[in-house]
């Protein structure tokens, strides 16, 4: 009986300290993601003001920040299987490999002309509603343009290989990855997972020769 007794009591007192303990950790999972973003936004916002206004209408030059600073605190990979659904599951290794490859592409687009159009923006961490499992993490910021009105992107990241990664950005609420996962199925259900890839290859190339003309003419006007 007494060791029953001693037992419960060891239960007892160890209950409140779980949470506690559990809530310390992912306080700390939370800190370390945070500062992935923090030290990619900020290499990147720095890079980009310091350049001349001239050179930031040259999309070579974003790209090239982007792919250089944020690329490498995303899991493209991750990402493009989680657009694709239980399509990656049917995808042979070709196709997935094309696909990431395009939706690279894609993605370091889509972030170059978001900070291009915003280059004086000031990011403000939401630490209150910072949240984590130890695995994943949700880091809630607001985005302030100069001039505009400020706008929520919270970024998704997980731990792999004892690395924080993103592999999802939700803006004003919307989730790229949920977003651009109903846009390809339908495509997909109405054409073919191969005819996406081409669509998406011919849409990247027609987007690098455009930044190619216009750099360009850009040369040949200066």
Known sequence: ???WFRA?????????VAPAALAAQNAASVQAAEAVVKQAASQALNALHSQPKSELAKPAVVHKLVSRYILPVVDIQASARLVLGHYWRTATPAQ????????????I???SKSISQYPDSKIQ???????????FATVHTRVVPQGHEPI????????????????DLTISGLSLVQSYRSTYSEEIQQTS???????????NQ?????????????????
């Open 8 to 16: 419960w009591m060891v239960v007892a007192f160890l209950l409140p």
């Open 152 to 167: 929520t992107v919270d970024y998704s990241l997980y731990k792999t290989n004892g690395d924080w990664k993103i592999y």
């Open 193 to 203: 997972l191969d005819a996406l890839i081409k669509r998406l290859t011919q849409q």
């Open 96 to 107: 997935r490999s094309a696909f990431v490859e395009q939706f690279k592409e894609l993605l």
């Open 1 to 3: 009986m007494k060791k």
């Open 206 to 222: 027609q987007a690098q020769g455009g930044a190619a003309q216009s750099q360009g003419q850009s040369k040949a006007g200066s």
């Open 109 to 111: 687009r889509t972030y």
């Open 125 to 135: 961490y939401l630490s209150n509603r910072d949240t984590s499992d130890g695995r």
